[in-house]
Nanobody, 126 residues
Framework: QVQLVESGGGLVQAGGSLRLSCAAS????????MAWFRQAPGKEREFVAV????????AYADSVKGRFTISRDNAKNTVYLQMNSLKPEDTAVYYC???????????????????WGQGTQVTVSS
């Protein structure tokens, strides 16, 4: 079983940037698609971004497209989410997740992911 630990969250003003990290341990995630989801208070968890196992393809929610970038460093067993031009509506707990199946391009569907981190809080003030 892989353990995922997110870090890098915090309080930032609108227009600012944050870089989230998701460090995996227990086993390598290099052959698994990885994704970021987020959950705001009173709302359901929603898809943010996904990167294929090879890193060759990525996809984003429309709400973050052009502002967020997902990347991975398989040598470090780590996935990143660079968040620029942050808006108050980006405020949420951000979770990383590892897909249940190897050599997969990933999915928008949270039920496809087997391993989840504990989340990191991102708060954007106006």
């Amino acid at each position: 079983q892989v353990q995922l630990v997110e870090s890098g969250g915090g309080l930032v003003q609108a227009g600012g940037s944050l870089r989230l990290s998701c460090a995996a341990s227990g086993r390598t995630v290099s052959s698994y698609a990885m994704a970021w989801f987020r959950q705001a208070p009173g709302k359901e968890r929603e898809f943010v971004a996904v990167i294929s196992w090879s890193g060759g393809s990525t996809a984003y929610a429309d709400s973050v497209k052009g502002r967020f970038t997902i990347s991975r460093d398989n040598a470090k067993n780590t996935v990143y989410l660079q968040m620029n031009s942050l808006k108050p509506e980006d405020t949420a707990v951000y979770y990383c997740a590892a897909h249940a199946n190897s050599y997969n391009s990933g999915s928008f569907d949270s039920s496809r992911y087997r391993s989840w981190g504990q989340g990191t809080q991102v708060t954007v003030s106006s």
